[in-house]
């Protein structure tokens, strides 16, 4: 589940996300999962699939069990919830690298791309992590993500990322290109390539990169459902491949 309804993301989306698929994944069937993939190689676990993990209460728990494994374990949060103390929470359990999505260049931007107007709340509640993370010598890695959402506007965008997020906060970043790997965009408003008779379809590969996506629900009343992409439009069902709570990896 998410606390945000982001226009840009299939959780956010008008018939979005399945509620089926917004289970919560108890910490048994969890770390019966990780003893099945550490011996096939299991390396790094990202701990968020276009929802929001810090809705969970018991994330730490999980981060631990993933600490114990020596495995590298990350989390996308919109930073709603990151609060100095949840930070710190994190960090002791051994998070490696919390990701902050902030989708929006200045206050109004962030207001539409983010459904909250919480640009200041965020901002200065990362500069609070950044203090503890440097008081507290905390080797988790905390950084901004950001999207360009209009090609014409790239620069100023990109510009306005860096004054507003990056300096401000003194903070390492990624600044993306929006993409449209979840089809949720009509194709000419996301295009690379200013002839828009040359665009061409293209994967993110993700299937076929040793990457396995697995959701907390399932089907009915299913848990651990695995399925080939984290976006599929946000309807889980239609590609499931099976359920981690009855099958083995």
Not at 23 to 34: M, P, V
Not at 47 to 59: A, Q
Not at 194 to 214: F, H, W
Request: charged share 25%; net charge positive; proline share 3%.
């Amino acid at each position: 589940g998410c606390n945000l309804a982001c226009p840009m993301c299939p959780q956010g989306i008008e018939d979005g996300r399945e509620k089926d698929f917004k289970k919560s994944l108890n910490l048994e069937l969890f770390t019966k999962i990780g003893d099945q993939a550490v011996p096939l190689g299991l390396k790094y676990v990202n701990l968020s699939g276009s929802g929001e993990p810090l809705l969970n209460k018991n994330l730490e728990q999980f981060i631990k069990y993933l600490s114990s494994k020596k495995l590298i374990s990350m989390i996308y949060t919109n930073g709603q919830l990151l609060t100095r103390k949840r930070f710190e929470s994190l960090c002791e359990a051994g998070i490696s690298i919390i990701k902050v999505s902030c989708m929006g260049w200045d206050k109004e931007s962030y207001k539409y791309w983010m459904s909250k107007d919480s640009f200041d709340e965020v901002r200065e509640n990362l500069k609070e992590c950044l203090i503890s993370q440097r008081e507290n010598n905390y080797k988790t890695l905390l950084q901004t993500n950001h999207l360009i959402q209009d090609y014409n506007q790239k620069d100023h965008q990109l510009e306005q990322y860096r004054k507003n997020w990056i300096d401000y906060l003194n903070i390492k970043a990624e600044i993306w290109m929006a993409h449209n790997w979840s089809g949720i965009y009509d194709k000419n408003e996301i295009s690379r390539d200013n002839k828009k008779e040359n665009i061409v379809k293209r994967s993110c590969g993700r299937p076929l990169n040793t990457v396995i996506e697995i959701r907390a629900g399932g089907i009915g009343k299913s848990k651990g459902a695995v399925v080939p992409c984290p976006n599929v439009l946000g309807h889980d069902s239609i590609a499931v491949l099976g359920h981690l709570d009855s099958e083995t990896l």
